[in-house]
């Protein structure tokens, strides 16, 4: 469901039904093709993991390079395992950077603008209305994921957008997977109401503590608001168990970087 790419010295993986949208530029980067050093080597793009902000700039710059835009056309925002959704929806919206504004996900329907998010473990996905050219960018961690922010961004395209779910394609990109991402208690109950529970949680040998399928239950959501499990494309990259190709705060103790996932229409 994912091909490996390359967008100059960046390395990506791209999903299969988003690149069958011609109007659609995408990549789920990897840690791979920028200037950082040692624990964040080499294409990290947070500032706030402790990586000389200097190599940061220098990899948000070649990422412009790479996908043919100016840096101010890059909007990233200040994510804090919340469901709160930032709409982009007028001409002249361009940012490099909203560290201000505090959201866990980007819609809009405006041309030229990458909308991104940055990841070590977390989910990133991506939606897409193929008539409507609306996409969007999640970041969905266990709490978000509890909050139900990827239901929440469907509800948004659909009330506010006027999409149908059917029309919706989804790609769900690398992140921790089932087999390294052990939770407690408090993990279980908080994800109690979302759809599947039984189905993304397996036993673990340490009593009180479970295997979370994240992106599972992101799929499960998907599928509960009505978008089509075919529409649907599914990485199953486990960022833990790919440290060489992916930041993972849980593989590396935390001391890592992260890496860039981004979408954008073209005029």
Same mark, same amino acid.
């Given at each position: 469901?994912?091909?490996?790419?390359?967008?100059?010295?960046?390395?990506?993986?791209?999903?299969?039904?988003?690149?069958?949208?011609?109007?659609?530029?995408?990549?789920?980067?990897?840690?791979?093709?920028?200037?950082?050093?040692?624990?964040?080597?080499?294409?990290?793009?947070?500032?706030?993991?402790?990586?000389?902000?200097?190599?940061? $700039?220098?990899?948000?710059? #070649?990422?412009?390079?790479?996908? %043919?835009?100016?840096?101010?056309? /890059?909007?990233? @925002?200040?994510? &804090?395992?919340?469901?709160?959704?930032?709409?982009?929806?007028?001409?002249?919206?361009?940012?490099?950077?909203?560290?201000?504004?505090?959201?866990?996900?980007?819609?809009?329907?405006?041309?030229?603008?990458?909308?991104?998010?940055?990841?070590?473990?977390?989910?990133?996905?991506?939606?897409?209305? $193929?008539?409507?050219?609306? #996409?969007?960018?999640?970041?969905? %961690?266990?709490?978000?994921?509890? /909050?139900?922010? @990827?239901?929440? &961004?469907?509800?948004?395209?659909?009330?506010?957008?006027?999409?149908?779910?059917?029309?919706?394609?989804?790609?769900?990109?690398?992140?921790?997977?089932?087999?390294?991402?052990?939770?407690?208690?408090?993990?279980?109950?908080?994800?109690?109401?979302?759809?599947?529970?039984?189905?993304?949680?397996?036993?673990?040998?340490?009593?009180?503590?479970?295997?979370?399928?994240?992106?599972?239950?992101?799929? /499960?959501?998907?599928?509960?608001?009505?978008?089509?499990?075919?529409?649907?494309?599914?990485?199953?990259?486990?960022?833990?168990?790919?440290?060489?190709?992916?930041?993972?705060?849980?593989?590396?103790?935390?001391?890592?970087?992260?890496?860039?996932?981004?979408?954008?229409?073209?005029?």
């Amino acid at each position: 469901m994912f091909v490996r790419s390359k967008k100059g010295p960046i390395e990506c993986c791209e999903a299969k039904n988003l690149l069958t949208v011609d109007s659609l530029v995408h990549g789920f980067c990897t840690r791979l093709g920028g200037t950082s050093e040692g624990v964040f080597s080499s294409f990290n793009v947070s500032s706030r993991t402790g990586d000389d902000p200097g190599r940061v $700039r220098k990899n948000l710059g #070649i990422f412009a390079w790479a996908v %043919g835009i100016e840096p101010e056309q /890059l909007l990233l @925002v200040n994510q &804090v395992h919340g469901s709160d959704v930032l709409i982009v929806d007028r001409p002249g919206f361009k940012f490099f950077t909203c560290q201000g504004s505090d959201f866990d996900a980007i819609i809009t329907d405006q041309a030229d603008i990458a909308i991104g998010i940055k990841t070590a473990d977390c989910v990133p996905i991506f939606l897409a209305d $193929r008539q409507k050219k609306i #996409i969007a960018v999640i970041h969905a %961690g266990w709490k978000g994921t509890a /909050l139900g922010i @990827v239901a929440k &961004v469907v509800d948004v395209m659909v009330g506010r957008f006027s999409c149908a779910a059917t029309d919706i394609l989804a790609a769900i990109g690398p992140a921790i997977g089932p087999c390294c991402y052990q939770v407690d208690e408090s993990v279980y109950r908080e994800m109690a109401a979302q759809p599947g529970r039984g189905d993304v949680f397996q036993s673990c040998a340490e009593p009180g503590h479970w295997m979370l399928d994240l992106p599972l239950a992101n799929f /499960l959501q998907l599928k509960a608001k009505g978008v089509p499990s075919g529409n649907i494309n599914v990485a199953e990259l486990c960022t833990s168990c790919h440290t060489n190709m992916f930041f993972s705060h849980r593989g590396e103790a935390g001391k890592t970087g992260r890496q860039l996932n981004f979408m954008m229409i073209r005029k």
